[in-house]
Nanobody, 123 residues
Framework: VQLQAFGGGLVQAGGSLRLSCAVSGRGFSEYVMGWFRQAPGKEREFVAAIRWSADSPFYGDSGKGRFTISRDNAKNTVYLQMNRLKPEDTAVYYC?????????????????WGQGTLVTVSS
């Protein structure tokens, strides 16, 4: 399984971006898909996750109320719509795939990672 994230870029505070993560390989619909982010000098943190059924997305504190995760199983793609961006959202955003039946917020829950896409929010 290979993941490729794209869609990052430079945006002004208050703006929006949509990140995409294309997954190649079998079994996409079986995976929990997650987004994490890592700002310079900080630990990688959980942003959002979605199970195959897409009926119960999970959000970390950083994403609640402003970010929306979704997936298209027919296209093997997961998305992260980010609205009302803030300078503190500046980070490299990573998508990940895992098969956890329980937790989805820890890095250990995921087996495959994309290369990351940089989001920079200017004030």
């Amino acid at each position: 399984v290979q993941l490729q994230a794209f869609g990052g870029g430079l945006v002004q505070a208050g703006g929006s971006l949509r990140l995409s993560c294309a997954v190649s390989g079998r079994g996409f619909s079986e995976y929990v898909m997650g987004w994490f982010r890592q700002a310079p000098g900080k630990e990688r943190e959980f942003v959002a996750a979605i199970r195959w059924s897409a009926d119960s997305p999970f959000y970390g504190d950083s994403g609640k109320g402003r970010f929306t995760i979704s997936r298209d199983n027919a296209k093997n793609t997961v998305y992260l719509q980010m609205n009302r961006l803030k300078p503190e959202d500046t980070a490299v955003y990573y998508c990940a795939a895992g098969r956890s039946d329980t937790t989805v917020v820890y890095r250990r829950d995921y087996d495959h990672w994309g290369q990351g896409t940089l989001v920079t929010v200017s004030s």
